[in-house]
């Protein structure tokens, strides 16, 4: 009889755990789990014969282990290739369908947790292993044993292995230094790292205290089972008891992937468990036999990792850069460091002021974030590591570009070049050509403008658009490459096509403004009749008056040469009439997206407000006119909330638009 009732309260709990963790609807409250769990004890207790391998009593630890046994894999378990943004996952995509044309993906999250394999006999736990080397790993069965999600037995007698990751839930992972931290114990640095020190524990009642978790994601042997596809796999998995992440999706093409990507990026930190990344598998299993593996990870999986939101990297030197309006600013340059997806070998270091009450030195290692998502900067030292060869911050008196002494004005931080013939000058002039509202030039931003002109690639407007003829020097330039020097060259082309009246504004003539390049263009249609225009016929024009009118015909007397030049170039000189969309809604504006979409994907969205006149940044800022919301929302959404950003949902976002 009490065999019977053991029996049954085994099968009760392991049905409510499995309720619980891997369908998320459970079927008895806290209460009664705990009330069946306690009479359990109690009659193993009074019945240690009777005591089952499997039984869920065993989740309180106990076992104690003198070792680590090692574990051969009896099949490797591989680690899989890092790309770091979306052009590496486009290369990825390439590479599949020269074998398989026609391709599904199945996009999962990348748990920060430590790999485990889970081997069953007749459907019992006999051994988990930690990946190890991927060949060898050492036997951790007594720890996992105590994690609740994992099943000690299974709904059917089968001989199998799965694969997943053991980690630890932020809630237990703060709890956990909180305790650390009232016995004056040293605090975990993160989730992943209390996890992996959590199951590396002998006692395997110090496991069963940190409340560790499971996501299964990998069958090595699918065919065995009758198996076609990772998605299949999941699903079996799922029904044997095992818990697998909820947040997969069967993706088709590359749009799809960036925005299932950019959703979790957002959403990241309001889960209850940290990710890395996403992993991106093909889905079909013949065609990942067909793609197959190197010596170290398959042809067919990635791991998209997510930047970095802070690094550490050694402070090298200081450099200083003059800006457009002859404003000096330090630079730091680093050893390169991967940062928010790309190569980072320099940070601002904003001013003297900055510098000297951070106390940064050359030689120092510091600590680098990207300011917005966008420039990165320097923002602590780590003073604990200075080997006294580093040496203090001295500013420079005079201007690194013209030799001019420099000024800073009183109550402002900056110094700056006063004079009018430095190059920092005519760098103004170039980043002005390639702005939005001129000649548009993307993916010129003011450094990458600065760095050209410093380096001899750019000193005059012409200049753009001789780079081609510099295309292989181009690419060599540390942070640069074959694609984004393409990606540059195809926009300078795309340039010369553009309506009068963006290369009026985009010379720079003194006193003409936007509005007034679009008046003059609309008025005389022709860059030659503008040209040819006398001072009075300006000045007759509604909106153009003295001043402009002298500083049109002064501009043209001076620069009939440049004109030349960029008409035998190829640049359009005539006005084309109204070729955008510009809604009153947008123009000028900056906006942010966030959550996905149902009748848009966010780069169509992206695309919409920028034809409206408007531009689409990553972070929620002071600056920002709206942040569109779609469903599942991230932490932009609350910043928008707290800032007082007004917040437009789908519907009222198409309104708008339909405003054009």
């Known amino acids: 009889m009490v065999e019977k009732r053991i029996d049954e309260l085994i ?71 890092d790309v770091f943004n979306i052009d590496e996952i486009k290369d990825f995509d390439e590479r599949v369908r020269k074998v398989v044309p026609k391709v599904s993906y ?45 099943p000690l037995s299974l709904p059917k007698d089968i001989d199998i292995e799965v694969r997943g990751e053991i980690y630890m839930p932020i809630t237990s ?42 996501f299964l994601y990998h069958l090595p042997n699918p065919e065995k089972y009758g198996i076609n596809s990772q998605m299949e796999a999941l699903e079996f998995m799922k029904s044997l008891g095992f818990t697998v992440n909820p947040n997969i999706k069967k993706i088709d093409d590359i749009a799809e992937i960036e925005d299932y990507i950019t959703h979790y990026a957002e959403v990241r930190d309001n889960l209850e468990y940290d990710i890395d990344g996403i992993v991106i598998k093909v889905d079909n299993l013949s065609d990942q036999k067909r793609l197959g593996a190197t010596a170290k990870v398959p042809r067919w999986a990635i791991a998209y990792k997510f ?166 020097e181009l690419q060599e330039l540390e942070g640069f490459g074959k694609k984004s020097i393409d990606n540059l060259l ?42 040819s225009a006398s001072f009075d016929d300006l000045r007759g024009i509604t909106d153009i008056g003295d001043k402009i009118a002298k500083s049109i015909v002064d501009y043209f007397v001076d620069n009939k040469d440049l004109i030349e030049e960029l008409k035998s170039i190829g640049l359009n000189m005539n006005y084309l009439g109204s070729t955008t969309n510009i809604n009153d809604n947008f123009n000028g504006l900056h906006f942010v997206l966030t959550g996905t979409l149902e009748s848009l994907t966010r780069n169509e969205a992206k695309k919409l407000i920028e034809d409206a006149g408007g531009d689409v940044t990553s972070s929620v800022s002071g600056n920002t006119a709206a942040v569109i919301v779609g469903a599942s929302p991230g932490s932009k959404y609350d910043k928008a909330i707290k800032l007082g950003i007004p917040v437009w949902y789908e519907e009222e976002f198409m309104n708008k638009l339909g405003g054009m």
């Open 307 to 472: 930047p970095a939101k802070q690094v550490l990297t050694k402070l090298t030197n200081i450099e200083f850069c003059v800006g457009r309006t002859g404003k000096v600013t330090p630079r730091a340059d680093l050893d390169p460091v991967r940062l928010a997806g790309s190569v980072v070998r320099s940070a601002t270091l904003n001013n003297e002021d900055y510098i000297k009450s951070k106390d940064i030195r050359v030689g120092d290692t510091v600590s680098i974030r990207k300011a917005g998502d966008i420039i990165p900067e320097v923002v602590e030292v780590i003073k604990e590591r200075r080997t006294g060869s580093e040496f203090p911050f001295e500013m420079i008196k005079d201007c690194p570009i013209c030799g001019s002494e420099l000024v800073r004005n009183e109550n402002e931080a900056a110094y700056y070049c006063l004079n009018k013939n430095c190059d920092a000058r005519k760098i103004e002039g170039l980043i002005h050509f390639v702005s939005r509202d001129a000649m548009f030039i993307e993916g010129f931003g003011d450094a990458i403008v600065e760095d050209f002109y410093n380096y001899g690639y750019l000193k005059r407007i012409p200049d753009f658009y001789y780079l081609k003829d510099k295309k292989q």
């Open 490 to 531: 195809n926009s300078i082309e795309k340039s010369k096509s553009n309506s009068l009246e963006r290369l009026i504004f985009g010379l720079g003539i003194k006193h003409v403004g936007k509005k007034k390049a679009s008046i003059l263009a609309k008025y005389y249609e022709t860059m030659d009749s503008l040209m």
């Open 173 to 214: 992972f703060n709890k956990l230094n909180e305790e650390r931290e009232k016995n004056g114990e040293n605090l975990f640095a993160n989730p992943r790292n209390a996890a992996a020190g959590s199951v590396r524990q002998l006692d395997s009642k110090v496991a069963a205290s940190r409340n560790l978790a499971t």
């Open 11 to 81: 099968k009760k709990i392991n049905i409510a755990n499995y309720e619980y963790y891997t369908l998320d609807t459970p079927s008895i409250t806290d209460q009664e789990y705990d009330d069946m769990m306690d009479e359990l004890i109690k009659l193993e207790t009074q019945n240690p014969n009777l005591v089952r391998n499997d039984s869920p009593t065993l989740r309180v630890g106990g076992q104690v282990v003198s070792s680590f046994k090692k574990v051969t894999h009896e099949v490797p378990m591989m680690s899989l290739g």
């Open 106 to 150: 199945v996009c999962e999250l990348k748990i920060d947790g430590l790999s485990v394999s889970l081997k069953y006999e007749k459907g019992k736990l006999v051994r988990a292993a930690t990946r190890g080397d991927g060949v060898v790993g050492e036997d951790i069965t007594h720890n996992v044993r105590t994690i609740k999600n994992v």
